[in-house]
């Protein structure tokens, strides 16, 4: 199957740029799809060695503590940039031209605040937890294998940087939507009705928008 998108994309620098940073973007969601697919091996492993052996695989949680920050954090900028975050849509979506790209600048900006005191805050986090003078550069380190937390941390102002840097690319595409009314901007999520919504995921279910793709490369 695959997702329907609502970011156009042609030849200008500003779509240039967005491709280039989702590229990254996609790199950090496979990495947080690895995370996850090796969470369920060990899960596997646990159980199964729990009901063979009795003896479930040692450190579980801690290799939980490890991964999960990279299922959670690492896939949050490239949903911002599909548009895929909870928003109002309810109250957005009766917005039009300029009136919708102000709104769209101005809670953006509320984002990029946000998320500038999360990077700060996390990288203090972080900053507590690693340690140049201590073994493995760590000052603590998981309970059971003593697996060193600090790499696991840094994840999180990582992904926030990659973050604010979509959400200050946005904040440049919707100022310039604002100046020019233009309606259908490149680079930036465009907000789908209901109808135009149900209609997008029922091609990705069926697999009709695969089929479309696969007969334009035929012919």
Known sequence: MASTSSVLEDDSTYSKVDRKLVKLESFMCLLSGIAIFSLMVLAVI??????????????YVDFIEQVL????????????REGGHIRMDILVGKLKGR????????????????ICILIWGSWK?????FDFDRPYWSADSSLDLNIPLWPTKLIVPIAFSVLAARLVW??????????SGETHPVGLPLVKDAAEQAADEAKTVSGASV????????N
């Not at 646990?46 to 450190?59: F, M, Y």
């Open 46 to 59: 646990s159980v199964g060695g729990r009901n063979a052996i009795g003896q479930p695989l040692p450190g």
């Open 69 to 80: 920050p990279m299922i959670a954090f690492l896939g949050i900028a490239y949903t911002q």
């Open 99 to 114: 009136p919708l790209w102000l709104a769209e600048i101005i809670t953006t900006f509320f984002m990029l605040l946000l």
């Open 125 to 129: 986090f972080f900053g507590r937890s």
């Open 170 to 179: 946005q904040m440049v595409g919707y100022v310039n939507a604002f100046k």
């Open 211 to 218: 089929d479309a793709d696969l007969d334009k490369g035929a």
